[in-house]
């Protein structure tokens, strides 16, 4: 059981190109989030999808859309990347009989130059 | 405006002596409170969550507890392998019920 599977584990990018972040996850759950997390800050929700077809924003939206594919995949683009997006981007799903439970990826590590 | 405040940032532990680490939270309605644990490289893991004042929970060496202002996790004769992250969140009853307010981690290094 793979839980949830991010791709790719590291980016280098310069300013003004784009690139896509994607999510698996095989739990058949419900909800799929997309995280940053910075040095001092604590977690902080880019954008989460409740369930397959619906996508909202979170807490810092600004330079980022989301997909949800499918009840699994859940992918998250930088159309114009900035250095202030420079982050460790985590990718999380909840849902079934541990519907209060998060489960995370390992992590996206981006560096934008 | 909610907020979710951990300490201390670093706690450095020699085997098996025991501490707790602080989650102090503002929130307007309490749904719930959740620990992770986060090891380098890797995403958080779940541990625990508390729902009411005074509910207590355990795992192995580790005990969470809460107020209605805030919860400890006590780390009882640690071992290394507890060395990691832990990380406190609220989710207000509301607000969005996805949304989760992380605190920015305690870091635990527990030397041999």
């Known amino acids: 059981n793979a839980g949830v599977t991010q791709t790719p584990k590291f980016q280098v990018l310069k300013t003004g190109q784009s690139m896509t972040l994607q999510c698996a996850q095989d739990?058949?759950?419900?909800?799929m989030y997309w995280y940053r997390q910075d040095p001092g800050m604590g977690l902080r929700l880019i954008y989460y999808?409740?369930?397959?077809?619906?996508?909202d924003k979170g807490e810092v939206p600004n330079g980022y859309n989301v997909s949800r594919l499918n009840k699994r995949e859940f992918s998250l683009r930088l159309e114009s990347a900035a250095p202030s997006q420079t982050s460790v981007y985590f990718c999380?799903?909840?849902?079934?009989?541990?519907?209060?439970?998060?489960?995370f990826g390992s992590g996206t590590q981006l560096s934008v130059l | 405006e909610d907020q979710v405040t951990q300490s201390p940032e670093a706690l450095r532990l020699q085997e098996g002596e025991s501490s707790s680490l602080n989650c102090s939270y503002t929130?307007?309605?309490?749904?719930?409170l959740f620990w992770y644990r986060q090891d380098p490289g890797k995403g958080p893991e779940f541990l625990f969550t508390?729902?009411?004042a005074g509910e207590e929970k355990e795992k192995e060496r580790l005990k969470a507890t809460l107020t209605k202002k805030e919860s400890f996790l006590h780390i009882t004769a640690p071992k290394p392998e507890d060395s990691a992250t832990y990380l406190c969140?609220?989710?207000?009853?509301?607000?969005?019920?996805?949304?989760?307010?992380f605190g920015t981690g305690t870091l635990l290094a527990v030397q041999p």
């Open positions: 999808s409740a369930s397959e077809g619906t996508t």
């Open positions: 739990m058949n759950h419900n909800s």
């Open positions: 929130v307007s309605g309490l749904r719930g």
């Open positions: 969140a609220v989710q207000a009853s509301g607000g969005a019920t996805n949304k989760l307010i």
């Open positions: 508390l729902y009411s």
């Open positions: 999380a799903s909840r849902g079934g009989p541990s519907n209060e439970k998060l489960f």
